[in-house]
């Protein structure tokens, strides 16, 4: 994996704890190597592909700037102190649709994936929450796997819709389905979720 330090790689995939915090300026090296390593093994990123092919450092500061300048939160989950993990919250543009926010992961491969998806969309949600977001959604591409059990088995989840051929990745047309949960159950119920998996 990818850490603050330049090299270090292939960590314990035993980890102790997973530390999730919001990025700062001193990730962005940290954050363009893993994007670099991560991204084309990433079928449900809608990050820009085309980023992988510059520099780490500005692949990190292009992710960090909407975060920085902009209204998304982007989190990032540390294994062993390295850089294991991102999640971006991105609520959307239109002033009906504010409410809602769409989320963004990426894990490295060497990561401990389920766990810091885990890890990641529990802290997703948590910030969701404090920002007063209603309803967060994810897209997930039929090639991955991990992704797509992950929120098959955790019934906050549910299928929004599916878009046949949607994505063009590893030189085929993929389908990609739009799942969504409630941060605060549904609008009215008055209910209120626990954020991430029970």
Not at 25 to 35: N, P, Q, R
Not at 143 to 164: G, H, I, K, M
């Amino acid at each position: 994996m990818t850490g603050r330090t330049p090299g270090r790689s292939a960590v314990d995939s035993n980890p102790e704890m997973i530390f999730v915090r919001p990025a700062t300026f001193h990730d962005t090296l940290a954050l363009g190597l893993l994007i670099q390593e991560a991204l084309p093994l990433s079928p449900s990123s809608v990050l820009n592909e085309g980023t992988v092919l510059q520099e780490a450092f500005l692949t990190g500061s292009e992710v960090l700037e909407g975060a920085m300048v902009g209204t998304e939160d982007l989190l990032i989950a540390e294994v062993d102190e390295e850089v294991a993990g991102l999640v971006l919250v991105k609520p959307k543009e239109l002033v009906r649709s504010r409410h809602v926010a769409r989320l963004q992961l990426v894990v490295h491969p060497e990561a401990p994936g389920q766990e810091v998806r885990v890890a990641l969309l529990r802290a997703a949600l948590e910030r969701s929450a404090e920002r007063a977001l209603i309803k967060v959604v994810m897209d997930v591409a039929q090639p991955d796997r991990e992704l797509q059990s992950l929120v098959e088995q955790d019934e906050l989840w549910w299928t929004e819709r599916l878009r046949r051929g949607a994505v063009y990745w590893n030189g085929a047309r993929i389908d990609v389905t739009t799942w969504a949960c409630w941060v605060k159950g549904p609008p009215g119920s008055g209910e209120t979720h626990a954020p991430g998996r029970s």
